[in-house]
């Protein structure tokens, strides 16, 4: 594909930061649009252009897609913890419905054709044994998930009245940080479990709380598709070149699960350090296993992950928590 001009709202936070990366490293020009409220400057490599503001504020979302003709708009901007959303549903709907739907009508009055959003393997429910496909009742099991199935629907009458294509793109668990160690995961506070297991494990922290050990899977634990973020990202640009003919939907996992406590063996592996943990209640919320079937855009994009191995995935993790003790606060341009 010939470079092209992208708008990526949420740019700054841990799965666009990655998808922007892979657009400058093609050559495209990327306009990077955060408010830096969960996301960090640092995170925005050098080439993209971040204009700070909140997409609450309509004329700023305006303003900056006027400045058009953009290829596609890709929407990462959102809340996006699972917990925290069974605590404030109606603020996670409420926040990412709103925006949502805002910036996608910003799109059609600004005549862009494609648009990439964000959506979640929370879209699915519980009660899967078998991997996930794009074909399983959406049913999700909280309000955040509610809030990207949601999304998912206004796009469909975005396309039917108005043409605008887009790529749901359904991500199990991003994991993992770019291999050549410019980014990383960086939440406050961190919730994500491969980050707080490494994080246990180089002693920054007193252990880890497992959610739950009663769950009806092997172990007993929640079991996760781990997918790596940079694979991630590709899979976006896989998805951008398919977008001229209609609108795609994908579920985008390695199509392996791995339990909480796989996840604790992983990191004590690649680590060669014990994982001081200890067993809690369940977090309300949470699905007791999550495994995509991402056979569709395999056949469809060509898209293959390449960090298949959850000790690889931990692996680039680590590296970068590691170099990064602070997260993007240790980094020279924070
Ligand atoms: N977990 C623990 N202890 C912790 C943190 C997590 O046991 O301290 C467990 C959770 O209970 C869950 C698993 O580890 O079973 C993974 O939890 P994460 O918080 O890392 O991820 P979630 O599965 O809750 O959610 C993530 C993203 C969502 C996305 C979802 C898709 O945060 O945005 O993956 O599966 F929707």
């Given at each position: 594909m010939v470079a092209g001009r992208y708008l990526v709202t949420g740019g700054a936070g841990f799965v666009g930061s990655h998808v922007v990366a892979a657009l400058l490293d093609r050559g495209d020009e990327v306009v990077v649009l955060d408010s830096l409220s969960t996301g960090h400057r640092a995170a925005v490599l050098p080439g993209a252009r971040l204009?700070?503001?909140?997409?609450?504020?309509?004329?700023?979302?305006?303003?900056?897609?006027?400045?058009?003709?953009?290829?596609?708009?890709?929407?990462?901007?959102?809340?996006?913890?699972?917990?925290?959303?069974?605590?404030?549903?109606?603020?996670?709907?409420?926040?990412?419905?709103g925006t949502g739907v805002r910036l996608i009508a910003a799109c059609a009055r600004h005549g862009v054709r494609r648009f990439v959003l964000s959506?979640?393997?929370?879209?699915?429910?519980?009660?899967?044994?078998?991997?996930?496909?794009?074909?399983?009742?959406?049913?999700?099991?909280?309000?955040?998930?509610?809030?990207?199935?949601?999304?998912?629907?206004?796009?469909?009458?975005?396309d039917r009245v108005y043409g605008l294509r887009s790529?749901?793109?359904?991500?199990?668990?991003?994991?993992?940080?770019?291999?050549?160690?410019?980014?990383?995961?960086?939440?406050?506070?961190?919730?994500?479990?491969?980050?707080?297991?490494?994080?246990?494990?180089?002693?920054r922290r007193a252990g880890l709380t497992v959610f739950g050990d009663d769950y009806p899977t092997p172990d007993g634990?929640?079991?996760?598709?781990?997918?790596?973020?940079?694979?991630?990202?590709?899979?976006?640009?896989?998805?951008?070149?398919?977008?001229d003919r209609r609108s795609l939907r994908y579920n985008l996992g390695n199509g392996r699960g791995s339990s909480v406590r796989e996840v604790i063996a992983s990191v004590e592996r690649v680590s060669g350090r014990k994982v001081p943990h200890h067993i809690a209640g369940r977090r309300s919320g949470?699905?007791?296993?999550?495994?995509?079937?991402?056979?569709?855009?395999?056949?469809?994009?060509?898209?293959?992950?390449?960090?298949?191995?959850?000790?690889?995935?931990?692996?680039?993790?680590?590296?970068?928590?590691?170099?990064?003790?602070?997260?993007?606060?240790?980094?020279p341009s924070a």
């Open positions: 204009v700070v503001g909140d997409l609450a504020d309509d004329e700023l979302v305006e303003e900056t897609l006027a400045g058009q003709p953009w290829d596609a708009v890709l929407h990462f901007a959102a809340l996006s913890l699972v917990g925290e959303s069974m605590a404030d549903p109606f603020r996670y709907i409420g926040v990412n419905v959506s979640t393997a929370a879209l699915f429910g519980g009660g899967h044994s078998a991997p996930i496909d794009e074909d399983a009742a959406c049913d999700p099991g909280s309000p955040y998930g509610e809030s990207k199935a949601m999304l998912e629907r206004a796009l469909v009458w975005a790529a749901c793109l359904r991500y199990f668990n991003a994991a993992g940080a770019d291999p050549a160690g410019r980014l990383g995961e960086d939440h406050t506070p961190e919730t994500h479990l491969i980050p707080l297991v490494i994080d246990a494990a180089l002693g634990t929640c079991i996760r598709d781990y997918v790596h973020v940079s694979d991630l990202a590709a899979a976006h640009l896989a998805a951008l070149t398919l977008l949470d699905p007791p296993s999550l495994v995509a079937a991402s056979g569709r855009i395999i056949a469809e994009a060509g898209w293959r992950p390449r960090h298949t191995a959850l000790d690889d995935i931990v692996r680039t993790a680590l590296d970068w928590r590691a170099a990064h003790p602070q997260g993007y606060r240790s980094s």
